[in-house]
């Protein structure tokens, strides 16, 4: 069978008993706590927990997971066996309160036996036997129903059903909630096939595991109980790479001479194949018999692996939405991108190859996962815009690390440090890099490079966490009632003071507090016998909100009612700014794709500022159509909502800020319906209130990350104010009417042009005449001639076309020329062939004459420059210089 037949008969079987079969969901996963979807079960599991009501009580899928990064991270292996992978798909089959063991195992033996073929006798099934201190008991359910089936086919149970306890056959979701026993299956792939149970569990890659039944059917709780599920469900999970791998390597279980490897079947060949046009080289199928000493045809293979893997896991992350970037999940993948081009390198592959292989994989798995067709062209242009960034350090880096290693013998934690902060390169690619030359790497060093580099990052950060460790007030989070009016009469229930402010803290306050991206609101407080102007608000550590004030606070006291009133135009202004956010990030999805991810923003009452996942800059006509097709949503005035719902029931389409933690209620914006977002700011009640959107800048901040820049409402009005006054000036001053200012000036661009042409002309000749003029105060010095004098210049070009000049009529010689240009030296010196046999190096003249001067040069023996701050000694230094 091939994988597409594999893949499809399993969903083919289980919708024949009933089954939904349901879309694979994202990699990008809607759990704070995981870096990517890592299990089939990650989007089912608000059914478990009776969160939200499942569409079909039983359901099947083939689920796309990575495993790189955090607890779950295969990263380190793949390439160096055959059955670890970063990117894998889970076939998998759920029963949300339906069926459970019976069925479970019945159709599982079913499917491997009856359709697949699998030969019955190599075949075994582990339950769960707790072992003493572990949880529940024995899984007599499972048991007996393994025990039938492997009695109708004749064979022992006692040999077939294998015990594991808790590490290996009980599943919890984590240290409490759902959880229960699991039962798995394992096949032999020995050549004889009969060792008898012998090799399950033992990390052997002849005894395979290739599907896991967990029943979840306890509660697992705080005080260390599991107390029966009132609905019991099931759960299972299958490494659809290992059953074609398997299949394949047998060939349909006919021969079983091969070692077993996921690499084998038809998901890689055609990647391998591709490699192998590109290379030159071919696939051999080895694996490495020492790890520590591994051969040439070995490391090809691993880098076959490497490659496969890694170009089918970048290329659905991204078609994800997930880029390659600096932090955490983006991060991971900027390593595993990284990683394969090093691997390339070895191979001898040139830049840009990873990125030829996109195709190869859309080819493969676009009927499968349709976003990888959609997004095929962004993919690509995503890998190759990562290939030559790190491209254009990777040799420098490369030789640097040779340097090191040949000079020192080992890899410092500083030396690892510099090869990750100046070349990019993470790590375990400098760990990889070091075992191949069998020299150690100073991780522990390198991790106290990278604590002194966070420790300046925190430094540098001029934020201040305000804590209220003394106070005598209860921490509890203030409630903001801002989103419906801008005034209220609060009581106040405590005063915070620290070393440079003071801050008054309410039961409740209509203030918004700086979090999210949006600035703290100012206004005033007025008490009956005191005023304060509110300077800003900001959130302490217990969510309490802080309003920032200057002034007598020994006229109130706690207890006190207060009326807050909210600046009311400079609260409307940012909040036109922060709903402009919400009609720029659609756009911009629009106009450049769907990879486009909000990675921070800013918004006050003056501008806004939003940063977005995007491999390049943005095109002219691109950043020209989105703030187009922004406004056009502005003039629509579409209506502004804004509704809470539990997390887990937010509508679908509605954008999540990704690594953001959300809690278990969340806030939806709803803009016209064409932008939803999970939002705490404050908005618009419409979009027409925001007024016009203008972008007045676009740049990158970093690799993957853009940063536009943009004003509306009150603001852009101003700014266009000062735009029309600024033309307004510019046509007075070029006496030509704003209309006729651009044909203005080209005209004084092209005469100015002309004029400098001139210039040019008249300063060659004058300068051919000063050169005349030195060249008869040459002096004579052993067969040389030289020069030696301070010159008029008006910049160190001109001083070296000068020298140029002089060297030209001198013949062999020395021409040493300095000028004060801007308050500082400038200086040059020209050295001809003899001049330099002789040991006269231009180089060397300079760095000896500005050390003098208090600066510093250098250059080639035949010409150099300089520069030096003592003006008041260039002359007489000139003067005393000679050969």
Not at 435 to 454: C, L
Request: charged share 25%; aromatic share 8%; hydrophobic share 40%.
């Amino acid at each position: 069978m091939t994988s597409n037949e594999i893949r499809q008969s399993f969903l083919d079987f289980f919708a024949s008993k009933q089954h939904a079969i349901v879309p694979s969901a994202s990699l990008m996963p809607d759990a704070p706590n995981l870096l990517f979807t890592n299990a089939g079960m990650n989007q089912f599991v608000p059914y478990f927990l009776g969160e939200r009501e499942p569409s079909s009580r039983r359901i099947t899928d083939t689920q796309k997971c990575i495993r790189a990064g955090g607890k779950h991270n295969d990263l380190e292996d793949v390439g160096l066996d055959t059955y670890h992978h970063t990117f894998f798909e889970m076939l998998g089959n759920w029963s949300i309160g339906d069926y459970f063991k019976k069925e479970a195992i019945e159709w599982a033996w079913e499917l491997i036996t009856d359709v697949w073929k699998f030969p019955k006798e190599r075949l075994y099934a582990s339950v769960y036997r707790p072992a003493e201190g572990d949880p529940a008991e024995f899984d007599q359910e499972a048991y007996d129903f393994w025990k039938a089936i492997f009695e109708k086919e004749g064979l022992d149970p006692e040999v077939h059903i294998i015990y594991g306890n808790k590490k290996d056959n009980f599943w919890m979701m984590g240290d409490t909630g759902p959880c229960g026993p699991c039962s798995e299956l394992h096949v032999d792939l020995t050549p004889e096939g009969d060792t008898k149970g012998k090799l399950v569990n033992a990390d052997s890659p002849y005894c395979i595991e290739i599907w896991n039944l967990v029943f979840i059917q306890f509660n697992a709780t705080p005080e260390g109980d599991f107390v029966p599920l009132k609905s019991q469900h099931v759960d299972t999970g299958m490494g659809f790479e290992r059953v074609a791998g398997i299949m394949a390597t047998s060939k349909n279980f006919t021969d079983f001479s091969t070692p077993p490897s996921n690499y084998n079947s038809d998901l890689f060949d055609t990647l391998f194949q591709e490699f192998e046009k590109l290379s030159g080289h071919t696939y051999q199928r080895t694996l490495p018999a020492d790890l520590d000493n591994i051969s040439e045809v070995e490391m090809k293979d691993i880098i076959f692996r490497v490659l496969a893997d890694h170009i089918r896991c970048l290329s659905c992350s991204i078609a994800d939405g997930i880029l390659p970037g600096n932090e955490s999940r983006n991060y991971v993948l900027r390593r595993i991108l990284r990683r394969a081009v090093m691997y390339g390198r070895k191979l001898g592959l040139e830049n840009g190859f990873f990125a030829k292989l996109v195709p190869v994989v859309v080819k493969q798995l676009g009927h499968v996962f349709p976003e990888l067709k959609q997004q095929e062209e962004i993919i690509q242009k995503i890998i190759k815009s990562e290939e030559d960034a790190f491209g254009r350090t990777l040799d420098r880096g490369i030789q640097l690390f040779e340097k090191i290693a040949a000079d020192e013998g080992k890899i410092s934690g500083l030396d690892a440090f510099t090869l990750y902060d100046t070349y990019g390169f993470p790590l375990d690619l400098t760990e990889l890099m070091a075992k191949q030359k069998g020299i150690s790497v100073d991780t522990a060093g390198f991790e106290v490079e990278m604590e002194k580099q966070r420790t300046k990052a925190r430094a540098s950060q001029k934020k201040t966490d305000i804590l209220v460790a003394d106070s005598d007030a209860p921490a509890q989070a203030t409630k903001f009632v801002g989103f419906d009016t801008l005034a209220d009469e609060a009581e106040l229930i405590d005063i915070v003071k620290t070393d440079d402010a003071s801050y008054l803290v309410f039961n409740h306050t209509p203030f918004y507090a700086e979090m999210g991206g949006q600035v703290g609101d100012t206004g005033e407080i007025n008490f009956d016998d005191a005023h304060f102007d509110v300077l800003d608000t900001v959130k302490d550590p217990n969510g309490r909100f802080l309003h920032k004030v200057a002034g007598d606070l020994d006229a109130i006291s706690t207890g006190q009612e207060a009326n807050l009133i909210v600046a009311h135009d400079r609260r409307k202004a940012i909040e036109r700014h922060h709903s402009a956010t919400h009609v720029l990030h659609w756009a911009l999805r629009k106009v450049l794709g769907t990879h486009v991810r909000q990675a921070g923003s800013y918004v006050d009452d003056k501008r806004l500022r939003f940063d977005f996942s995007h491999f390049e800059a943005v095109k002219p006509d691109e950043l020209a159509l989105v703030e187009k097709l922004c406004n056009e949503q502005l003039l629509a005035n579409s209506k502004v909502v804004w509704f809470e719902t539990p997390f887990d029931q937010k509508p679908e389409g509605v954008m999540a800020e990704f690594g953001e933690k959300y809690g278990d209620v969340v806030r939806v914006v709803d803009i016209g319906g064409f932008s939803k977002e999970l939002c705490g700011g404050t908005h618009v009640r419409g979009s027409g209130e925001i007024g016009l959107l203008k972008i007045v800048s676009e740049s990158g901040i970093a690799a993957g990350t853009r940063r536009i820049e943009a004003i509306a409402g009150d603001a852009l009005y101003s700014h266009l104010n000062d735009i029309e006054a600024t033309l307004a000036t510019a046509s007075k001053s070029l006496s030509a009417a704003p209309a006729d200012l651009l044909k203005k000036i080209d005209s004084v661009l092209a005469r100015n042009a002309e004029l400098e042409k001139q210039l040019k002309s008249f300063q060659q000749k004058a300068s051919g005449n000063l050169a005349d003029d030195l060249l008869k105060s040459a002096k004579d010095s052993g067969g040389l001639k030289l020069v030696a004098a301070k010159v008029d210049a008006t910049d160190p070009n001109a001083l070296r076309q000068l020298g140029a000049n002089l060297i030209g009529k001198l013949g062999e010689g020395v021409v040493v020329l300095g000028a004060e240009v801007k308050g500082k030296v400038s200086i040059v010196a020209f050295s001809s062939q003899n001049a330099i046999s002789a040991g006269h190096k231009a180089g060397d003249i300079i760095r000896d004459l500005t050390a003098k001067l208090d600066g510093r040069g250098g250059g080639k023996p035949d010409f150099a420059m300089g520069g030096a701050a003592n003006v008041a000694e260039l002359e007489s230094t000139l003067k005393a210089f000679s050969l």
